[in-house]
């Protein structure tokens, strides 16, 4: 875990024994641990609740797409600043998924109150178990409790394995019903049933806010800078409405995919795939390994996508994924206008992302994007208007709706069909989510 950079993970630098006592190195954190803290001040108001559970899921995202899984998320691993920047501690038990030496102890490591019911049955702990406990823990900040308050072990083992998943608004806490589903799909039993990512849990969870709690979550994540350090690198700008840049921009990516489908017809240095042999029949997959980019991919996916509906692949040759370093299918995403089908992949430059666009799309009856031009068109986020972000093409193809995008700064193709789903359904679901 030394090898994290996420802002929110303080990682173990080194570990050992000096004359008798054991010692762990890590960074000095001027805080509270939010266990004091709920004890302190009781239950948080929802906002700054769901504004910490954010904070950490970052922190368990950067560490399952490296491997890792923490294995202990409780409100005591979890330390809260002045400004309530959260970090992620104590990752003393976590394990790179290749590291047998925890299972092969034969023993749970971890705090009961917050331990997936699988880590009682099965040796294998994934990061699915991570997003159990942080839903316990958002659970915990939202009531003041853990879900499950029994004293005996026995009878907390037996709470996490067979009793309801409880709802946070029952028994007159105030919090909105809104959230019960969203502790309900993170606590679920079966792992196949949760969030695909911590991420996907927080983006829930924030979802669940009313407008103005939305607000003042998201004021929170602005002002919380890591104590004595420069403000984290700004990532791509927040997904909000995306604006599409003017004709004359359009123009010159529609000339820019036709020069480079002529590019890929006549040959280039290496092979790619012709558009008779890229056709976007669903190209044959096989189940692929999980590794650290197909982790990366899963948690970069748009929020709705329950844990189970997305499966990694890996492409055969002559598909349009073929150089996708990453590649994940999916079913049903649950966000209104979501949809069907999708598949998503991740690509290791630039040169090939756009070489893959324009062999999908190719097999495309394509249409104007809604309220916009003629496909494919550049877009950016509206913060940034005049730095292009990717490129976006709306379509049919076998009569399905189809709307196609990439993400530059993300190296992420995106081809997601729509059955009810209307082309204008998907466009304004990409605009809300994708």
């Known amino acids: ?176 019903p809104a959230f019960d589903a969203v502790i309900a799909a993170g606590m679920a039993k079966d792992p196949a049933e949760r969030y695909p990512s911590a991420g996907a849990l927080a983006d829930a969870a924030r979802r669940a806010l009313s407008a103005p709690e939305r607000e003042r979550a998201d004021t929170i994540l602005e002002r919380a800078d890591p104590p004595g350090a420069d403000p984290p690198a700004a990532a791509a700008a927040p ?64 929020p709705g996508y329950l844990a189970g509906t997305c499966t990694p692949a890996t492409p055969e040759s002559g598909s349009i994924w073929v150089h996708a370093v990453a590649m994940v299918t999916c079913g049903p995403n649950s966000q209104p206008g979501g949809p069907s089908h999708a598949t998503y992949g991740l690509f290791a430059t630039p040169d090939r992302l756009q070489r893959a666009f324009t062999d999908d799309i190719a097999n495309v009856s394509l249409v104007d994007c809604p309220g916009e031009g003629r496909s494919p068109v550049s877009w950016h986020y509206d913060q940034t208007p005049n730095d292009p972000a990717g490129l976006i093409a709306c379509g049919h193809y076998n009569d399905h709706p189809n709307v196609v995008w990439t993400n530059d700064e993300k190296l992420m193709l995106n081809d997601v069909s729509g059955d009810p789903a209307t082309v204008t359904d998907l466009h304004t679901w990409w605009d809300a989510y994708g």
């Open 239 to 302: 997904r909000r409405r995306r604006s599409l840049l003017v004709a004359a921009a359009a123009g010159a990516v529609a000339i820019a995919a036709v020069a480079a489908a002529f590019w890929l017809t006549a040959g280039g240095p290496e092979h790619h795939p012709t558009r008779a042999s890229a056709a976007k029949t669903p190209p044959p997959v096989t189940a692929a390994a999980p590794n650290a980019d197909q982790a990366r991919l899963l948690s970069l996916l748009p």
């Open 1 to 176: 875990t030394g090898r994290l950079r996420e802002p929110h993970v303080v990682p173990i630098h080194d570990y050992g024994e000096i004359d008798g006592q054991l010692y762990l190195e890590m960074r000095l954190i001027e805080g509270v641990d939010l266990d004091t803290l709920l004890e302190r001040d009781g239950p948080l108001p929802t906002p700054r609740a769901v504004a910490l559970i954010h904070q950490v899921a970052a922190a368990l995202d950067a560490a399952h797409a490296a491997g890792v899984t923490h294995r202990d998320v409780k409100p005591q691993n979890i330390l809260v600043t002045g400004d309530d920047f959260a970090y992620l501690v104590d990752f003393g038990i976590a394990s790179a998924t290749t590291d047998e030496k925890l299972t092969q102890l034969g023993t749970a490591v971890g705090t009961l109150k917050y331990m997936a019911p699988e880590r009682f049955s099965s040796d294998e702990v994934t990061p699915a178990a991570d997003v159990y406990a942080l839903a316990c823990v958002l659970y915990e900040s939202l009531t003041g409790t853990p879900p499950f308050g029994a004293d005996s072990a026995g009878v907390l083992v037996g709470a996490h394995m067979m009793q309801p998943v409880p709802r946070p608004s029952a028994g007159g806490t105030g919090v909105s």
